[in-house]
């Protein structure tokens, strides 16, 4: 059913999380997983001054050490790729470019202000793709100890996906 599984990152706390679900899932489909680290230069908090000196390198840096850490945690063929652009639109775009069959994203369930301060990527992506999206409750605060799929309750948002997990 899937060859070929999205899982974008951010490097923050409780990705760990995310990462162990979908490789199970690709696990138990043999299929591959996509890392992408979207670098978000379309944020205010990057202005047009600081994306093309030292503080680029450094966000790319960092991009690059999510991504070689989600890579390390898996047991299951990967590739990986870091975009620049809005977040949302970056992971729809790829997904489509690269034909992925299912993103598996985190989200941290923030509603109200919170949401409408900080916007939401998992919501905006949930809206845009045409693939199956798979959201994961994540934590800024837990580690990325490994769990196991069981342990893990997933926000499902396509019906397809949640009846593959059950």
Do not use: W
Request: hydrophobic residues 40%; glycine residues 10%.
């Amino acid at each position: 059913m899937y060859d070929t599984i999205l899982v974008p990152t951010d490097g923050g706390g409780g990705i760990g999380r995310v990462i162990d679900h979908a490789a199970e899932i690709a696990a138990a489909h043999g299929a591959a997983l996509q890392f992408l680290y979207v670098l978000n230069t379309d944020s205010a908090a990057v202005s047009a001054a600081a994306v093309g000196g030292e503080a680029h390198e450094l966000l790319r840096s960092q991009g690059e050490e999510a991504l070689a850490d989600a890579d390390a945690r898996v047991d299951v063929p990967t590739e990986t790729a870091l975009l620049e652009g809005q977040p949302a639109d970056r992971i729809v775009e790829y997904a489509d470019r690269t034909g992925c069959d299912l993103i598996v994203m985190g989200t941290h369930g923030r509603g109200g202000l919170g949401r409408l301060l900080l916007g939401s990527v998992a919501e905006r992506v949930v809206r845009l793709s045409s693939q199956p999206v798979l959201t994961v409750h994540v934590d800024d605060s837990a580690d990325n100890d490994k769990t196991s799929l069981e342990e893990v309750s997933p926000v499902t948002v396509d019906p397809a996906v949640s009846g593959v997990l059950e």
